[in-house]
């Protein structure tokens, strides 16, 4: 792991910078590189804009590791305000969650009755994605995810190419026939957890995602996304998809909003699926400091926000 990323992941969980970092008007503005704005509503527009370009959506409202009840139960309700809001605009947006947004730490229980209450909401043909956090959490979130798939076909999980375990992890799912998103990896993770050089990540991430397809194709895979801003990544995967007989269509890449939207773009118009995923929310430091941990050239957005005030 490079030092620049190993700072920027340590400082994500810092406590003081987060209560701190959003009075600096340059770092806001850099954070609105990375997400429409904070509330509901901007997230909507966006979706739209999006949807005029043939770019689908997924929306995730921030924030984590919720220890009050009345808090989880405060997201849950908006998540379901949030499907009727999409309802209500004729979009085809989907959902992504975070389990300890919605009591993981309270009480696995308390959080998986939220999680049903939020898919049995969603349409049918619109899928729930679970998101991958922290590696201690890997266990009970794919627990919860097969629990949630025993009862509802519509909902997906995320996999992290950087851990050794994933392998492992999407053989035992295939049998379920699961929808998977798959990302890199976001979080600080030991060495003995997770590969710590690039180059043996990306190397992961295509070997799992050829695995993925060969699911597909198999149909022990409903629905596979790859979750990746890597231009060159995306292309390989693409051409292996192409040999193995998919379309265009059927080739989907997700990626976050505002980075690399030439190749969103790019991707629609070509025909493949290209999803954004948005995020909106006031706790937004965290997930915006995993961001630039993810490509630290991005710190140039900050720099340049600095000497713009």
Not at 44 to 70: C, M, P, W, Y
Not at 104 to 118: A, M, N, R, V
């Amino acid at each position: 792991m490079s030092l620049m990323r190993s700072v920027l992941l340590a400082a994500s969980q810092n406590r003081w910078l987060r209560d701190h970092a959003s009075h600096y008007k340059f770092v806001r503005r850099s954070v609105s590189r990375f997400m429409p704005g904070e509330t509901l509503e901007d997230a909507l527009v966006a979706a739209q804009t999006l949807r005029g370009k043939k770019i689908g959506t997924v929306f995730t409202h921030l924030g984590e590791n919720i220890s009050d009840r009345a808090e989880a139960q405060q997201v849950a309700d908006h998540y379901l305000e949030v499907l009727e809001r999409i309802r209500q605009r004729g979009l085809q947006t989907e959902l992504s969650v975070k389990l300890t947004q919605l009591g993981l730490d309270l009480s696995p229980e308390l959080c998986f009755g939220q999680l049903k209450t939020i898919i049995a909401r969603a349409p049918k043909e619109s899928t729930v994605w679970i998101d991958m956090e922290a590696s201690n959490y890997a266990d009970v979130t794919l627990d919860l995810y097969r629990r949630a798939l025993g009862e509802f076909p519509n909902v997906g999980v995320c996999l992290q190419a950087y851990l050794y375990r994933t392998k492992n992890d999407l053989a035992k799912l295939l049998p379920l026939r699961p929808s998977i998103r798959l990302v890199k990896g976001a979080y600080m993770e030991p060495p003995e957890i997770a590969f710590p050089r690039k180059g043996d990540v990306d190397a992961n991430y295509f070997a799992l995602g050829r695995e993925l397809l060969k699911a597909k194709k198999e149909k022990s895979c409903v629905r596979v996304a790859f979750a990746t801003h890597d231009v060159v990544m995306i292309r390989r995967l693409l051409e292996k998809a192409l040999q193995e007989g998919f379309s265009k269509a059927d080739f989907e890449v997700q990626m976050l909003y505002g980075i690399q939207r030439g190749e969103q773009e790019r991707l629609a118009a070509e025909g493949c699926t290209s999803i954004v995923l948005v995020a909106y929310g006031t706790f937004w430091y965290p997930w915006f400091v995993r961001r630039l941990a993810e490509r630290p050239a991005n710190l140039w957005f900050i720099a340049r926000n600095v000497f713009s005030s």
